[in-house]
């Protein structure tokens, strides 16, 4: 086994998962130098410090540490500093090997033959390897206000709170339609927040962003039609993407794969109020992402086990017609997103090889 089939093993052994696959390896094989990957194995998913992973690679601290800075400047893995050390971790696939070097914007033939292998990747093996089994790592947040003020709304439903609660924002191009580059929709809405946005703008893969630049972010992905998705615990976001039907991982589980677990749909669901709609047919024709509304004759009509509680037809129906109400039966979100990430390994049976390397 070489250190690109190992470093696919270990990457494989995270919640987001990294399927054994040759277009994998080759994804590997462009990102990483073999320098590179041989140091990625001797790191961790947590941070680590530099003189602990120059030891563990069996390389003089300084060969370490021009290794590890041109890689955390390739966001190929991450970089801190703590008590005055640089510390560097791995990134999983997802959020990180996939996004993180397409968020300045691509346009290079490095980034044209990456965007060709994870599209290739996503259809063969990643897509249902990343969706729950059956905890999914992503979940919809419905847009704020397509949510009546009359409704039980818990702290991390709300989108805005999500943001409040964050202590650094980060807004960078959305990796899956720079790659994917099948809609014109906006791509300067990815929400990071935190270490890891501090990480991407200091170097220079992202923005630092106000409070009032993310929620003008929600409000112009509201405008195109994306859905707002984060990680499914209810301690804090790391993200919020936006997401369209067309080109992002995590929609595309559902509307290109079905699998059922491919995302959490929120707490809510879409009711329509057959007097006041007017048969426009803008909620089925233009903004569903998943098609879950349809017509019968001149009123909308809501397929409740499809829709996903994104609120987006609420928001544009003219008529007023749509409104979000509780489900009956509320998704289970996970605490944090430890817990999350516990069940999810453990559900894929990897629970023992993801320890080991957090254990380094």
Known sequence: MDNYEKLQKMLD?????APKSDTFIEILKTLFTPEEARIALAMSFKALPLSAIAKEAALPEETART????????AIIYAKKKDGENQYGLVPVIPGLFEFPFMKGGGTPMHEK???LWEKYHSEALGASFSGNPTPLMRVVAVEKSISVKTRVHPFEEVKRLIENSSYIALANCACRVSVAKCDRP???CLIFDGAAEFLVERGHARKASREDAIDALRRSDEAGLVHTSNNSQDRAAVICNCCPCCCTVLRGRTELNHPHAFEPSSFEA???GEACTGCGVCAEERCPVKAIVMNGSTASVDTE??????LCVTACPAAALSLVERKEIPMTPQSIAEMGIKAVSEKGRLDDFMKIMQK
Do not use: Y
């Open 13 to 17: 052994a995270h919640p987001s998962t």
């Open 306 to 311: 499809k829709c996903i509680g994104c609120g």
């Open 114 to 116: 990456l965007g060709k």
């Open 271 to 273: 009711q329509v109020d």
């Open 67 to 74: 290794l590890l800075e041109g890689m955390a400047d390739k």
């Open 187 to 189: 791509k300067d809405v």
